[in-house]
């Protein structure tokens, strides 16, 4: 494994090889373990597709140096590819519906991107548009577009899921992960199986969010403050194959905004609410196996913690629940 302790020429170079840090309220006899994605030069688990998919574009000539970037994105995402296209040689161009996280936009300016907004009222379905027009537009440019793009699975099928194994010697028994475009988990789940075709794959989507009805359960769609993960159009998931998916886990606000609290008050970790999530639903996952309710060839459940809280302090996360959901 990488450990950084060697001088490094770009920050592109300290991409992934990220912290597994052990849950502490997990049970002993089936430790759930956690990737610290907040490592990452952009703060996030984002950096890992920004770097992957930029450079597999260039390698393939769907992108020449110089070119430019275009990708609708509020996010995480942003931030990730703003961070590989500056060392890249790359342009960065984000089309932002307006009213998204005013921070994220100013990390992405601040790496050098250009941010076009585009009326809250059309959505990210208009953005996507917008973004492909604009390449149509330029020579050499490319979008990434993250909801359809295999290399986003790819990225984590080479980087996370072995990271994960060589960490635990090849004892994981359950990969536990929330879903936005659902690239994390598809690509660890996928290098999972592969390992042993018995390892539980669980997805994890905030109480709301209609994930669940790729495995035709009969759900009520609601909202909710859980950010980066769950889907309220799941025609745009097309990354997601229910086929590898054992089961889809709904986690309440009302957990998320209670894990997120004792996480940082008696583990000290700074997570934002998607982590939280995933956290309670690997622990739940954890308790499953030791108690025999679920099966799974080793012992310890993996997830992964996206981000940090620092990212969202001003949307009241730590605050009461009625202040994170107000
Ligand atoms: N958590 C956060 C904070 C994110 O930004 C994202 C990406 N939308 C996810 C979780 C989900 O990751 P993925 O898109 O790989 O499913």
Redesign the pocket.
């Known amino acids: 494994m990488t450990t950084h302790r060697e001088p490094l020429g770009s920050v592109l170079e300290t991409v992934g090889e990220t912290p597994l840090v052990r849950v502490q309220a997990s049970p002993e006899e089936v430790p759930v373990y956690a990737k610290l994605e907040s490592f990452n030069p952009g703060a ?3 950096d890992r ?1 920004g770097k992957y998919m930029l450079e597999r574009m260039l390698e393939r000539g769907e992108l020449d140096p110089g070119g430019t970037v275009i990708e609708p994105t509020a ?3 942003g931030i990730g590819l703003a961070v590989a296209a500056g060392q890249l040689d790359l342009e960065a161009v984000f089309v932002v519906p307006e009213g998204f996280s005013v921070e994220k936009q100013r990390l992405m300016r601040a790496l050098g991107a250009e941010v076009i907004n585009t009326p809250t009222a059309e959505g990210m379905g208009f953005a996507i548009q917008r973004a492909h027009e604009l390449a149509d537009e330029l020579d050499n440019a490319a979008v990434p577009q ?1 909801f359809a793009n295999p290399l ?1 699975v790819e990225a ?1 099928y080479e980087t996370t899921g072995p990271e994960c194994y060589e960490a635990l010697e090849g004892r994981v028994g359950a990969v536990v ?9 598809m690509g660890m789940g996928q290098y999972a199986r592969e390992q042993h075709p018995d390892t539980l794959v669980i997805a994890v989507e905030p109480e709301g969010s209609i994930f669940r009805e790729f495995l035709d359960r009969d759900i009520e769609e609601g909202e909710y403050k859980t ?3 769950g889907t309220h159009d799941t025609s745009t998931n097309e990354l997601f194959d229910p086929e590898l998916v054992d089961d889809v886990y709904a986690i309440s606000d009302r957990d998320v905004h209670q894990e997120m609290q004792r996480l940082a008050a008696e583990e000290g970790q700074l997570v ?4 939280a999530a995933n956290s309670v639903a690997a622990r739940r996952v954890a308790r499953a196996i030791r108690d025999g309710e679920l099966e799974a060839p080793h012992d310890a459940v993996v997830t992964v913690f ?2 940090s809280s620092e990212r969202y302090l001003s949307k009241g996360l730590y605050g009461s629940f009625e202040e994170w959901t107000g």
């Open positions: 996030s688990v984002k597709i996010g995480n995402t993250q986003n984590h992960v929330g879903c936005g475009t659902g690239g994390t988990l950010e980066g993960i934002a609410s998607s982590a996206p981000d």
